[in-house]
């Protein structure tokens, strides 16, 4: 399910501030990254199943293994994790409203913080 106009895919920010404001929210870079590309995850565990709300980015400027990098945010996703497949983000999946709105509440206030710093 992608989370459409959220604005989030609008932002271009630093690769640090934006790791900071990610984990304060509860989304997880560690090794989901190259030197182009980062992925930013937040496990969500409810009785329908194991979900993950995905941010993900590209280097618009610099290089992420440096760590002076300018990332430009992209639409963010949530899936719905099938072991041992993976996550499937697919038009078929069903996703409860509650944690629909708990990821839109979320990602409302990533967009709110990093929006203070973007570029």
Not at 7 to 20: F, P, S, T, V, Y
């Amino acid at each position: 399910m992608k989370f459409e106009n959220t604005g989030i895919e609008n932002l271009k920010a630093d690769l640090n501030r934006l790791d900071e404001v990610m984990l304060e929210h509860g989304l997880v870079r560690e090794g989901q990254w190259d030197y182009e590309r980062v992925t930013y995850d937040k496990k969500l565990v409810v009785k329908e199943g194991t979900f993950y709300l995905r941010v993900q980015g590209y280097v618009h400027e610099g290089d992420v293994g440096a760590h002076k990098a300018i990332i430009q945010l992209m639409t963010p996703l949530l899936g719905k994790h099938y072991y041992p497949h993976g996550v499937e983000y697919g038009e078929g999946e069903q996703f409860p409203k509650a944690l629909v709105s708990q990821c839109e509440n979320l990602l409302k206030d990533v967009k709110a913080e990093v929006e203070t710093f973007a570029i």
